[in-house]
């Protein structure tokens, strides 16, 4: 196992969300279970960042369902709020890779939400395959400047 790399080591993605009505609950803070999807915006902009976007890794016939998702929510966010979302893996192993989230009011540096996601590599049948050397190489020896990658 590799060890756990925090985003001050290693490259890292942000994004923004805006948090829409549609997202709260009455009382206009943000529902739980809307951070996963922002966990994902969050990954295919990491991928897309590098060069590949997620449907080039589905078309050269790798897939990686989520097989571990967990969040840490220390305060809320509300209707409008402004989120910045980072991103980064922290872990890449021999058929899976782990990313890890940092969930933050617009410039604040107080971390509001943080999560982790992991997934597996699997081939079109569903069956665990080792992921291969150009997805590997990509997600451990992400750039702190990426270039866009081909």
């Not at 951070?35 to 295919?44: L, V």
Request: aromatic residues 14%; hydrophobic residues 40%.
């Amino acid at each position: 196992m590799l060890e756990l790399l925090g985003p001050e080591d290693t490259f890292k993605v942000t994004t923004w969300y805006r948090a829409l009505y549609v997202d709260t609950d009455r009382l206009g803070v943000v529902n739980n279970g809307h951070y996963f999807r922002f966990f994902e915006q969050a990954r295919g902009e990491y991928l897309r960042e590098l060069g590949l976007p997620y449907s080039e890794v589905e078309a050269r016939g790798i897939f990686t369902p989520l097989t571990e998702a967990w969040a840490h929510y220390y305060a809320s966010f509300h209707y409008d709020d402004l989120i910045r979302i980072e991103a980064w893996v922290s872990q890449v192993k021999k058929a899976s890779f782990r990313f890890d989230y940092r969930l933050h009011l617009e410039d604040s540096l107080e971390t509001r939400v943080a999560g982790h996601t992991i997934h597996a590599t699997v081939d079109k049948d569903l069956k665990v395959t080792k992921i291969p050397t150009w997805l590997f190489d990509l997600l451990k020896t992400a750039p702190k400047n990426p270039t866009k990658a081909s």
